[in-house]
């Protein structure tokens, strides 16, 4: 197994900017999963891609938005940066979710 | 909706002795449970999940918890603590109808002290 991996693993943007995180996520993993974790708090589910289409999504606005790769792979989009918007991003895939998720190590985004 | 609680943001203790770290949550239908454990600048490694069948379950590095329905609990427990133990513990749950996303609770800081 080659485990979630995410890049990049910090990022500082500028409020108003757009920012693009990346996940690779393991082999034959059909779901994936983003979250946000701001500081001192637990996770936030952004959304939730199963076979490249979306089909869960948090109580994020629309500036938030992702992808799904036939190779596995995952974006997160964030348009028009706020400075709420720094916290953790974490990226998590599963071969099904009752079988637990794989979290990476996550992107720091830190906006000012 | 569902729900996590995490009873405790932060429980100290002394290495090697035991320690519980309190999860209660909320849902209408059935559930799927975790521990996940973070530590400092990194993501998060899942300890056990409770899934069905029984409901004592046990996990990685000495690590077991308990599914209790009727008190919609699932404690944490490790008999003896290290100081590598020292972290972030999230209790989770997610749901056939919730879409399986995870559920997280706030938190609890285990801090163990040599």
């Known amino acids: 197994e080659t485990g979630v991996t995410q890049s990049p693993t910090h990022l500082i943007k500028t409020r108003g900017q757009q920012v693009t995180l990346r996940c690779s996520s393991q082999?034959?993993?059909?779901?994936v999963s983003w979250y946000q974790q701001a500081l001192g708090q637990g996770p936030q589910f952004i959304f939730q891609?199963?076979?490249?289409?979306?089909?869960g999504r948090g109580n994020f606005p629309p500036r938030f938005s992702g992808l799904q790769f036939p190779n596995y792979s995952s974006e997160l989009n964030v348009n028009a940066l706020e400075l709420d918007d720094s916290a953790l991003y974490l990226c998590?895939?599963?071969?099904?979710?009752?079988?637990?998720?794989?979290f990476g190590s996550g992107t720091r985004l830190t906006v000012v | 909706a569902q729900s996590v609680t995490q009873l405790d943001s932060q429980v100290p203790v002394f290495e090697e002795a035991p320690v519980e770290l309190r999860c209660n949550y909320s849902?209408?239908?059935?559930?799927?449970l975790f521990w996940y454990v973070q530590y400092p600048n990194q993501g998060l490694q899942l300890l056990l999940k409770?899934?069905?069948?029984?409901?004592l379950v046990k996990g990685i590095n000495g690590f077991e918890a308990e599914f209790n329905k009727s008190q919609t609990s699932f404690h944490l427990r490790k008999p003896s603590v290290h100081i590598s133990d020292t972290a972030e513990y999230f209790c989770?749950?997610?749901?056939?109808?919730?879409?399986?996303?995870?559920?997280f609770g706030g938190g609890t800081r285990l801090m163990v002290k040599p």
């Open positions: 989770a749950v997610s749901s056939n109808n919730a879409g399986n996303m995870l559920t």
């Open positions: 082999s034959g993993h059909n779901t």
């Open positions: 409770y899934l069905s069948g029984s409901t």
């Open positions: 891609y199963y076979r490249e289409e979306e089909n």
């Open positions: 849902s209408s239908v059935s559930v799927y």
């Open positions: 998590a895939s599963s071969v099904g979710a009752n079988y637990g998720y794989t």
